[in-house]
């Protein structure tokens, strides 16, 4: 089969960190365009926005959105009725309404839609759902505290309605959950800390449980500085398991179980490469749904005022 051709919306952060590089090692990939407002990028056609790609490259095969979840839907509905293939960065959109629709349209349409959750394709998410599989949970701990500052920098729309705030980096930890334990579980109460001058939480303190009663809970924390946690921890009636450094790193009873090289966004290519090829798309909004049980069951409490120079 010829490459994909594919143009990236959107050319921030993650475009720049991950497609980019990804998309240069993939040679079922070829990025022959770029839509930005601020930018452009060498060797490929620019664009200013999503309408001029498509209309300036008809032969584009599919697109990757990059841009904030609140532009999304708009994007992804055109690019679907254009007929192409379309990747979406996390989280999928702003409301679980907008993608369900998204994902009818693309039943109706030709192209695939790819909803991706890039910490699925941790390392060690895979192995922790495997060795979870034939044990009985006890307990599971969410741990996710990083410094917005250092990861988010000027992102504005992040403290925005539909930013999301803290569960932006903790809809990873929900999307790795969601995938290795056993059972559906959902939110019985929780409190969202709102900086004075924000839409969106900076901190929240989660208590979920499952049909079993299994306790669930999440320390999410956008303010952390000094050394990044992204760990989960589970007690199972035969040890337990710790998932750290965003699911790179598994160990059991404190042992080194599983540990490989960071892959996430070539993992990700490689899976719409594959749904593209069979013209299936692929939409899990389980861990959207959890963040909107937390804004829907969460007690807000007002804390300081969030300013991004520190
Ligand atoms: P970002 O640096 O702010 O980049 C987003 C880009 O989208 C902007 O640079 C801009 O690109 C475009 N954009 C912003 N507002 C827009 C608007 N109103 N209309 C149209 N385009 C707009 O953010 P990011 O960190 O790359 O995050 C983008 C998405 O990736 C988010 O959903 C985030 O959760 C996800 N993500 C981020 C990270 C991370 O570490 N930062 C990791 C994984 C996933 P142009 O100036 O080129 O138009």
Same mark, same amino acid.
């Given at each position: ?20 590089p990804a ?11 770029? =839509?930005s ?7 490929v056609?620019?664009?200013? &926005?999503?309408?001029?790609m498509?209309?300036?490259?008809p032969?584009?095969? =599919?697109v990757?959105? *990059?841009?904030?979840? &609140?532009v ?5 509905r ?11 960065e996390k989280?999928?959109g702003a409301?679980?309404?907008e ?7 693309a039943?109706? %349409?030709s ?7 890039? %910490?699925?394709h941790?390392p060690?998410?895979?192995?922790a759902r495997?060795w $979870? ?12 505290k990083?410094d917005?500052?250092?990861?988010h920098?000027?992102q ?11 569960f932006?980096?903790a809809?990873? =930890? ?5 995938a ?17 001058? *924000? ?6 303190n989660l208590?979920?449980?499952d ?9 999410l924390?956008?303010?952390? &500085? ?8 589970i ?6 398991l ?5 699911? %790179?790193q ?9 540990e =490989?090289?960071e892959?996430?966004?070539?993992? $990700?290519y ?8 069979? *013209?299936?798309?692929?939409v899990?909004v ?15 409490e007002t804390?300081?005022a969030?300013?991004d120079?520190?």
């Open positions: 089969m010829p490459p994909i051709k594919i143009g990236i919306v959107g050319l921030g952060k993650i475009a720049r960190d991950q497609h980019l998309l240069a090692a993939n040679p079922d990939f070829d990025l022959v365009a770029v =839509a407002r601020n930018a452009s990028q060498e060797g056609a620019n664009f200013a &926005t999503l309408d001029e498509l209309e300036g490259m032969e584009l095969d =599919a990757s959105l *990059c841009t904030p979840p &609140t999304r839907y708009g994007q992804a055109q690019a679907l009725r254009a007929g192409k293939h379309v990747m979406l989280p999928p409301t679980l309404s993608v369900e629709d998204l994902a009818q349209l039943e109706a %349409s192209g695939s839609l790819f909803a991706t959750w890039h %910490s699925r941790a060690a998410v895979e192995p495997q $979870l599989a034939s044990r009985r949970i006890r307990k599971v701990h969410i741990e996710w990083e917005v500052r250092v990861w920098p000027g504005h729309w992040i403290w925005e309605p539909g930013g999301m705030g803290v932006d980096p809809i990873n =930890a929900l999307s790795i959950v969601t290795i334990l056993p059972r559906n579980f959902f939110l019985r109460e929780g409190t969202l800390q709102v900086p004075e001058n *924000c839409q969106a939480p900076i901190a929240a208590r979920f449980s049909s079993e009663d299994t306790p669930i809970t999440a320390d924390d956008f303010l952390q &500085t000094g050394p990044q946690t992204w760990d989960i921890h007690e199972t009636d035969e040890g337990n710790a998932l750290r450094k965003g699911g %790179s598994m160990f059991v009873d404190d042992r080194l179980e599983h =490989a090289p892959q996430e966004y070539p993992g $990700l490689a899976r719409f490469a594959e749904l593209v090829a069979r *013209c299936e798309s692929e899990d389980a861990p959207l749904r959890h963040v909107a049980d937390a804004f829907l069951l969460g007690r807000r804390v300081a969030f300013h120079e520190g």
